[in-house]
């Protein structure tokens, strides 16, 4: 059973526009969420996180909203680059101090066109 | 600041073969990781240590996988014997400890089973 789930397996986006990659969660347990972002032979890198006290994070082109009644994520790249391409997880956690475990989706490939 | 180092990045072995991969985490980082990417799926905690003590290896395969984090720095996992199933990358990753559960991963070590 996926308690975190990225439904679509690729998107692909117009440099310069925006790229909007979601997840949804299945465990209300989780209150921490974050998003990695990994290129081929490379290991994730974190990119941004959010605590379920807020709805939105900020950080520079990235943004990522929370929707916990509906328990959806989604991770907003304004605009996107070529760089940006690559795979996104979507990770969350539940409460059990700062060395949780991370719950993994599939992963998203996101592919950006100049 | 040198990431997580992992050794080999690649691995290929027949079937039945025992197998370690190496982890060196970021220095000061008293949690360590050790997580398994089947192909197009998102990573899956196998074991997680505190310092020397495996605290959450409830996802490890006891009958074949083992691991141990000498010293609390640098750790090994092993598979006795490899079967073709264990194909995949096997991550490591650190964390600080802190409130953000932020984990920096290595670039991971690529199985094949032959």
């Known amino acids: 059973d996926q308690q975190v789930k990225q439904n679509s397996p690729s998107l692909s986006v117009q440099e310069g526009r925006i790229s909007i990659l979601n997840c949804d969660y299945t465990n209300s347990m989780f209150d921490y969420f974050l998003w990695y972002k990994k290129y081929p032979a490379e290991g994730p890198t974190f990119l941004i996180s959010i605590s379920s006290i807020k709805d939105k994070n900020e950080d520079g082109r990235f943004t990522v909203f929370l929707n916990k009644s509906a328990k959806h994520l989604s991770l907003h790249i304004v605009p996107s680059q070529p760089g940006d391409s690559a795979v996104y997880f979507c990770?969350?956690?539940?409460?059990?101090?700062?060395?949780?475990?991370?719950?993994f989706g599939k992963g998203i490939t996101l592919s950006v066109r100049p | 600041e040198a990431g997580v180092v992992q050794s080999p990045r690649y691995k290929i072995i027949e079937k039945k073969q025992p197998v370690a991969f190496w982890c060196n985490p970021i220095?000061?980082?008293?949690?360590l990781y050790w997580y398994r990417q089947n192909l197009g799926q998102g990573p899956e905690l196998l074991i997680r240590y505190e310092n020397e003590e495996a605290v959450d290896d409830s996802q490890l395969p006891k009958d074949r996988f083992s691991a141990e984090r000498l010293k609390g720095v640098d750790s090994t996992l092993k598979i006795q014997p490899a079967e073709l199933g264990d194909s995949a990358v096997y991550l490591c990753?650190?964390?600080?400890?802190?409130?953000?559960?932020?984990?920096?991963f290595g670039p991971g070590t690529r199985l094949t089973v032959l």
């Open positions: 220095s000061g980082h008293n949690t």
């Open positions: 990770a969350a956690s539940a409460s059990g101090g700062a060395n949780s475990k991370l719950t």
């Open positions: 990753a650190s964390s600080p400890g802190t409130t953000n559960n932020e984990q920096f």
